[in-house]
């Protein structure tokens, strides 16, 4: 299952999810950010590679469906809520994403 993590600037949170994420047996994780400036910038290909996307705002989740609407139809988007706060690897954010993401995952 290929897992893309979604933020802004594709420099702390998405990143963090990837990492932790990556050692899931089964699991393949990539990320990326809605803003231009992003170290990894959204793209089609990454939206078409990935089977479910996490988003780490609403804002994000908008900014997705701004950007590639018709690319979105058959994908299914999770909003987890977490806000720009957090530094990279934070143990507060890795237990966050610990506690959200794997509810979604197939067992």
Known sequence: MNLLFVCSRNRLRSPTAEAIFAKFPGIETASA?????????????????ADLIFAMEPVHRRRLNEKFKSALRAKKIIVLGIPDRYTYMDPALIEILQSKVPRHLPR
């Open 33 to 49: 950010g809605t803003s231009p400036d992003a170290d990894t910038p959204l793209s089609l290909d990454l939206i078409e590679w």
